[in-house]
């Protein structure tokens, strides 16, 4: 029906549901658990076929608070752990629906890569006493190779032996560790540098 600008609901093929229990088992050398968390589709506008390039600063704003609101709501489950938002583009991309939609999945744990990363990142200030996502930002303003585009809040680049063509990096410039804390302002700004690259990719 009409009046809605963005809308979540479950995802209709889940690979998690809350309505399993995190009951790890160990059996030897294996491990296994049931699919608990959360599966979630986020469709990001009423309108069909839309990209991210045509959408209005707007819309994306509307998108980027409903990704917030998510966050903010499920970190008051202390069953989860971790959530992932995530966006496939394109049959070859893995999306099924060409409507224009984002997915959620909350775990019950920290993946071992976001593990590992987040280990190297306490290991790097430890070492270095300083962050070092504020040190690789620091670089590439410096150095201007890589930079897509700035504002007063973020910066995009392309990070250095990107893994896979048009990677790009969005960060804040000032610490923001949790995105479910965004303030109105930042989610002007971060949809305004989030079109810019989108306007660019799809040019």
Not at 69 to 91: C, E, S
Not at 102 to 115: G, Y
Not at 169 to 176: D, T
Request: net charge positive; aromatic share 12%.
């Amino acid at each position: 029906g009409p009046g809605w600008l963005t809308r979540v609901m479950p995802n209709q093929f889940p690979a998690l549901t809350l309505e399993e229990t995190f009951d790890p088992k160990e059996r030897g050398l294996f491990g296994s658990a049931d699919g608990f968390g959360t599966h979630e589709v986020i469709i990001e506008t009423p309108h069909h076929g839309q990209k991210w390039s045509s959408l209005s600063l707007e819309e994306i704003g509307y998108i980027l608070k409903t990704y917030r609101d998510r966050l903010a709501q499920l970190k008051k489950d202390p069953r989860l752990k971790y959530v992932m938002i995530f966006k496939n583009v394109g049959r070859r991309a893995g999306a099924s629906l060409s409507h224009p939609h984002s997915q959620l999945i909350a775990l019950p744990f920290i993946p071992k890569k976001v593990q590992e990363e987040l280990e190297g990142a306490n290991r790097y200030f430890r070492e270095e006493g300083r962050c070092g996502y504020c040190a690789m930002m620091t670089q590439e303003l410096s150095e201007k190779e890589r930079v897509v585009s700035l504002n007063e809040a973020y910066v995009s680049w392309m990070p250095f032996a990107s893994r896979f063509p048009y990677e790009c990096w969005v960060a804040p410039r000032a610490h923001g560790a949790d995105f479910s804390t965004i303030q109105e302002r930042d989610i002007s700004l971060l949809a305004g540098m989030l079109k810019n690259f989108f306007l660019r990719l799809a040019k």
